[in-house]
């Protein structure tokens, strides 16, 4: 599909920051000096992986956290004398979507961070929902939905309030897919997922379009190679051929990073003072990403121009809208 922005002013859009950071920086490092009390946050999938790493960061640093969890239980026990809020949430249920949104309404009048961090990856066919495909409904469609929810929340940030999303490096597998975004017509696990992460990143770039003016402001980013629960989904085998573990589980693949770096990114998102006055931005390895050509292979980084494209995000979130029936935020 073409698009009518030319790639040229995305690429102007996507300029490197000069970050002191890395893709060897930690969360511990990224925050390091940054006094976060009064601050609340909202990290989705916040008690396992990098969802874990970014709450414990965000908590040592002061900031009053919200963690959504699928498995609330699981959330508790993981996150015992953290003084984190707990709630239950399942982002494939509009419903429990909705119902979790209220519960913080009702904790806290104003938002400053919410981290959309929860995902899945290359899972087998399921439909959710209205027979959502169930990889777009988790990892969009739900944080669409709660981030619509909770705009009001983000509005009255006294500061403003930043929007994180986590999309991958594989959204370069896949641009939308306008005329089947639901994979009626024969499923694909990893386009579904590399679908999702375009969606992501193409959510934020959109929802900053619609909140700058209230000082909302959004970006999403590639968090690097991670081993965590996110594979829970692929055999181990699948994972040794692709070259990440060995025949035990160990990591063998060169360039993976650790948790803590892993969350990095969206933590420097949330907090650098580089990014003030910016939004709609695609990051990786605590940076600005460079826009990169079609040929160039996945793992090399950098951000497809499908995925940042204004006119692409904006047709996205009207079908968004129209799927989860959520308030719009603005028009």
């Given at each position: 599909m073409?698009?009518?922005?030319?790639?040229?002013?995305?690429?102007?859009r996507q300029r490197p920051t000069d970050s002191p950071f890395s893709a060897a920086s930690t969360a511990e490092e990224v925050l390091v000096g940054l006094d976060l009390s009064g601050?609340?946050?909202?990290?989705?999938?916040?008690?396992?992986?990098?969802?874990?790493?970014?709450?414990?960061?965000?908590?040592?640093?002061?900031?009053?956290?919200?963690?959504?969890?699928?498995?609330?239980?699981?959330a508790r026990a993981a996150l015992h004398g953290t003084g984190c809020r707990v709630l239950p949430m399942d982002l494939a249920d509009p419903g429990s979507v909705r119902a979790a949104a209220g519960l913080i309404r009702e904790a806290t009048d104003r938002l400053d961070?919410?981290?959309?961090?929860?995902?899945?990856?290359?899972?087998?066919?399921?439909?959710?929902?209205?027979?959502?495909?169930?990889?777009?409904a988790t990892n969009h469609l739900g944080h669409f939905l709660l981030a619509c929810e909770l705009y009001p929340l983000l509005a009255a940030?006294?500061?403003?309030?930043?929007?994180?999303?986590?999309?991958?490096?594989?959204?370069?597998?896949?641009?939308?897919?306008?005329?089947?975004?639901?994979?009626?017509?024969?499923?694909?696990?990893?386009?579904?997922?590399?679908?999702?992460?375009?969606?992501?990143?193409?959510?934020?770039?959109?929802?900053?379009?619609?909140?700058?003016?209230?000082?909302?402001?959004?970006?999403?980013?590639?968090?690097?190679?991670?081993?965590t629960g996110l594979q829970r989904e692929m055999t181990r085998q699948e994972q040794v051929d692709r070259g990440w573990v060995d025949a035990q589980g160990r990591v063998v693949g060169v360039g993976f990073k650790t948790a803590s770096q892993g969350a990095a990114t969206g933590l420097w998102a949330a907090t650098s003072p580089l990014l003030d006055g910016l939004g709609g931005l695609y990051l990786e390895n605590c940076e600005v990403a460079p826009v990169c050509g079609p040929d160039t292979p996945m793992d090399d980084g950098g951000v497809r121009p499908y995925a940042v494209d204004p006119e692409a995000a904006a047709r996205l979130w009207e079908l968004s809208l129209a799927a989860t029936g959520a308030a719009p935020v603005l028009r």
């Open positions: 073409t698009t009518t922005t030319s790639c040229d002013a995305v690429a102007d601050r609340t946050a909202v990290v989705t999938g916040g008690y396992s992986g990098l969802g874990l790493a970014t709450t414990l960061a965000l908590t040592a640093a002061g900031a009053g956290v919200i963690v959504p969890a699928r498995r609330p239980d699981v961070l919410l981290l959309a961090v929860a995902g899945v990856m290359a899972t087998p066919e399921r439909r959710v929902g209205p027979g959502w495909e169930g990889q777009l940030a006294p500061a403003g309030a930043r929007v994180v999303v986590n999309s991958s490096a594989g959204h370069a597998l896949t641009d939308i897919r306008r005329n089947d975004p639901h994979f009626r017509t024969g499923y694909d696990k990893w386009l579904a997922y590399g679908q999702s992460k375009t969606a992501n990143a193409l959510f934020a770039v959109h929802l900053d379009v619609l909140g700058r003016g209230d000082g909302v402001r959004a970006f999403s980013l590639h968090p690097g190679r991670i081993i």
